[in-house]
């Protein structure tokens, strides 16, 4: 059964398109209702009238922040445009300007680290704030009545359904694409300028690769700064068919750690006296609801690439729910973080392996070896949002593309008796069960398939190589009653790896 349950719900899934799926749902979700829609209340709403008295001047509006608030947003409307009234919009903190949007938005943000363009991002101190209003023209004898919804985020509060958008940026079900690491002018991503410098890369390079890759979602993932949620702010309504998901790699001098689904800073001094332990770190981590994922343990580490390798002490890897087996094209060999991974697999966790381009360099065309979005994190998840993206990750929904394709997918299921579940699922089986697995195989012809179990590579049933574009496979298992789990690789006629998949848990 699915460990994060709420990940998918039954309305949305109703709708799923492929007969497989529809098994899978019905089976690991359909138990679970939908999680309520949040209601999203404003934390103040501050009214008032406009009328020719105010023309050609500023009217203040005070409005009190809290202490505990890391964001503030604002809704503003006003009456009386068909009679040639027009409010313009600025925002004065309790200290300072934070923006003057004019007549050109409705609504904002203003955070420590991003805000609407328009506005600056910074410290968002408790005190009294204004909202600036500009009042160029009021028409004859007309009173417009404003209305300014204010709403304030607290720390370690998430966005109902993600950061940068306040909708899914596509609705529905399906298994979405996405590189889940890159640099940019915010940490160590260089390309070439105009005239053949090597400079800091700016950010919307990065965005325009991955969307041009026909990525859905991404996460650039600077080295510890928070300074690049700004660029994506601004970005994320233009590149509107893709999702932003705010990420950072922590990187301390004993590892190297994504984190992702929040905005707000993490301390990443570990060993320090602010962050003693790796614990604090996750307890941090935690405590914003975001995700952490354990970066290319396979790298070796030393002055060379501090801290690349993992040699965080005493770390308890039973509050690690995802590892990146492959970043960049270190699929195999002696840097692949695959061996890392499958050794918590076998020490009876549940993690799920996730891989990213960790590309540096915006401009490598698709086919270099750390490109963006290659690999490609392939995640089955309710719609394309922040929330639905990492709980289908942190449920082990996921497949790697190594090769960062369009196409190339597979989907494993198990059926016991009742139960059916996917890649990422638990079922118990007790001994003598026959578990009967089925595996789609998408635009993989010519490849070979390994099921592996435990680490070891078994037989898929008697099937040799994929010899079409659709192919869908059955083998059987008998349960022992034990503890095992079950995932498979695909590779290419030259041993190559091109997919690789997580585990479905027997037992765990
Ligand atoms: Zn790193
Ligand atoms: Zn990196």
Redesign the pocket.
């Known amino acids: 059964m699915s460990i994060y349950p709420e990940a998918l719900c039954v309305k949305k899934v109703a709708a799923i398109g492929k007969a497989i799926f529809l098994i899978f749902v019905a089976t690991a979700f359909g138990a679970f209702p939908c999680r309520a829609q949040q209601e999203h209340q404003p934390d103040l709403v501050l009214r008032g009238t406009i009328t020719e008295a105010n023309r050609e001047s500023y009217v203040e509006v005070p409005f009190r922040v809290p202490a505990g608030v890391v964001r503030v947003s604002v809704e503003f409307a006003y009456t009386g445009h068909e009679r040639q009234t027009t409010i313009d919009l600025g925002l004065l903190d309790n200290e300072r300007f934070r923006g003057w949007s004019g007549g050109n938005k409705n609504a904002f943000t203003v955070s420590e680290s991003d805000a609407t363009p328009s506005y600056l991002p910074g410290p968002v101190r408790p005190g009294v704030w204004k909202l600036l209003l500009g009042v160029p023209s009021v028409g004859k004898g007309v009173r417009s009545e404003y209305v300014a919804k204010i709403y304030f985020g607290r720390a370690g509060e998430t966005a109902a359904t993600s950061t940068f958008e306040a909708a899914p940026v596509r609705q529905g079900p399906a298994w979405f694409r996405g590189d889940l690491h890159m640099h940019d002018a915010h940490s160590d991503g260089s390309c070439d300028s105009q005239s053949g410098k090597k400079v800091p890369c700016p950010l919307y390079k990065t965005v325009e690769a991955a969307a041009a890759r026909g990525l859905d979602f991404i996460a650039i993932t600077d080295h510890n700064t928070i300074s690049h949620f700004d660029a994506e702010r601004e970005l994320a309504p233009y590149f509107d068919r893709m999702l932003f998901i705010p990420g950072r ?1 922590i ?1 301390t001098f004993q590892g ?1 750690a994504n984190v992702f689904g929040t905005t707000e800073f993490i301390d990443f001094r570990l060993t320090s006296k602010s962050v003693p332990t790796f614990s604090k770190l996750l307890d941090e981590v935690d405590s914003k609801h975001a995700l952490l994922s354990i ?2 343990p396979g790298l070796p580490t030393g002055s060379a690439c501090m801290g ?1 390798g993992w040699s965080v002490k005493d770390t308890d890897f039973k509050r690690v729910h995802v590892i990146e087996a492959i970043n960049g094209d270190n699929a195999d060999g002696p840097l692949s973080g695959v061996p890392f991974w499958q050794q918590r697999l076998n020490d009876g966790l549940r993690v799920t392996a996730i891989g990213g381009s ?1 590309n540096h360099n915006a401009s490598y065309p698709p086919d270099h070896e750390a490109a963006i979005g290659r690999p490609a994190t392939v995640v089955y998840a309710a719609n394309l949002s922040e929330r639905a993206i990492l709980d289908g990750i942190r449920a082990g929904h996921v497949f790697v593309d190594v090769e960062g394709t369009r196409d190339r997918a597979i989907a494993l299921m198990a059926t016991a008796g009742a139960q059916t579940v996917a890649m990422g699922d638990s079922m118990n089986v007790s001994t003598g069960t026959r578990i009967d697995l089925s595996l789609s195989l998408d635009n993989l012809a010519g490849a070979h398939v390994e099921l592996i179990r435990d680490g070891e590579v078994v037989p898929f049933g008697d099937h040799k190589s994929v010899a079409m574009q659709h192919e869908q496979w059955r083998a059987e298992q008998v349960s022992d009653g034990k503890r095992h789990w079950l995932r498979v690789n695909v590779r290419a006629q030259d041993g190559r790896l091109l997919v690789l998949g997580n585990p479905i848990y027997l037992n765990f």
């Open positions: 790699e990187t190297h970066n290319h690349c960790d």
